[in-house]
């Protein structure tokens, strides 16, 4: 893959990604989801918010919309946002059908009140990429999202893989990653912050990458990094599986069991392949 030795860290990823392309099949990861709240979370503005239900209005409501919008529940493209409800704080019949189809993803009691088990979910650190990405939002969703229904749609509106001509991938790292020089490559990996608008600080979006064949892999440098499980710290071997599957051309999966779960705690390592991530991997390659 690469011209020169690198880190462990560099090394057992790039072995994941290894694993991934080969289809192999591991078991399930029995790491549990342990959600640790944190005052200074981009996310805090939803404990403010918990309870709320459609026809409240809640200083905050603007923001709950946006993260929605962010993650694909809603969306306002084509449309006069100022008519729509898009910016301000009613809690209105589009943001309530919302709350049931981010509820009815994540296999929560889907009432458009946002209660509290959807709330911790919420505040959860996750992926950047959207859960749902160039498909409508309308649909209800009533029972489990695997991979075989959810292939990637990351760009462009059709499913997007690797040709089979890169299927021997290159790699390398942005300038200022620490210890290593970036040298052309089909995958390039970063840390960045801010990132535009997509980095929020720390114990929010914790990293994202792009659908192939674009190749970029970003980690928030705001966020505390270890190799391995450590309290109050992102495991950074974990966070790279989760965003090779998208630099692979994976989707999110609502399985939360499986690597392409969005969400994951600090002090958390998940390192196994969920049957519904073999079965991602393969309807995409073998077809």
């Known amino acids: 893959m690469a011209s020169k030795p690198l880190s462990p860290f560099t ?13 192999l099949s591991y078991p399930t ?3 549990s989801h342990n959600h640790t709240n944190s005052s200074s979370s981009p996310f805090k ?27 694909g529940y809603i969306s306002y493209d084509g449309q006069d946002r100022n ?21 009815h993803y994540y296999h929560l009691r889907a009432t458009g009140i946002l209660d509290g088990k959807t709330v911790s979910k919420m505040m959860t650190p996750r992926c950047g990429v ?12 009533t029972k489990r999202i695997t991979f075989m229904e959810s292939l990637t749609i990351l760009s462009s509106g059709a499913s997007k893989k690797w040709p089979r001509s890169k299927y021997h991938l290159t790699y390398g790292f942005a300038p ?13 990996i ?35 990094w ?29 399985v939360e069991g499986a690597i392409m779960y969005p969400y994951i705690s600090s002090g958390v390592t998940k390192l196994d392949l969920h049957h519904d991530d073999i079965h991602g991997i393969r309807a995409l390659y073998e077809s």
């Open 226 to 254: 270890s190799v391995g499980a450590l309290e109050g710290y992102y495991d950074l071997e974990t966070v790279a599986l989760h965003e090779i599957g998208h630099l692979l051309g994976l989707a999110h999966s609502s």
């Open 45 to 71: 503005f939803l404990d403010h918010l918990n309870g709320s239900h459609k026809g409240d209005h809640i200083e905050g409501i603007h923001d709950l919309k946006l993260y929605l919008e962010k993650f």
């Open 190 to 224: 970063s840390f960045e912050y801010g990132d535009g608008s997509s980095f929020d600080g720390p114990g929010g979006i914790l990293a994202h990458a792009y659908s192939p064949t674009h190749g970029n892999f970003h980690y928030d440098a705001d966020e505390p």
């Open 130 to 141: 959207a859960d749902h990405i160039g498909v409508q939002k309308s649909i209800t969703v």
């Open 83 to 103: 008519h729509t409800h898009a910016d301000d704080d009613d809690f209105d019949d589009v943001l309530e059908s919302a709350v049931k189809d981010y509820q």
């Open 176 to 188: 200022g990653t620490p210890s290593e020089a970036m040298t052309p490559a089909d995958i390039k």
């Open 29 to 31: 990861s029995s790491e």
């Open 11 to 23: 090394t057992l990823t790039l072995d994941l990604l290894l694993i991934l392309l080969s289809l």
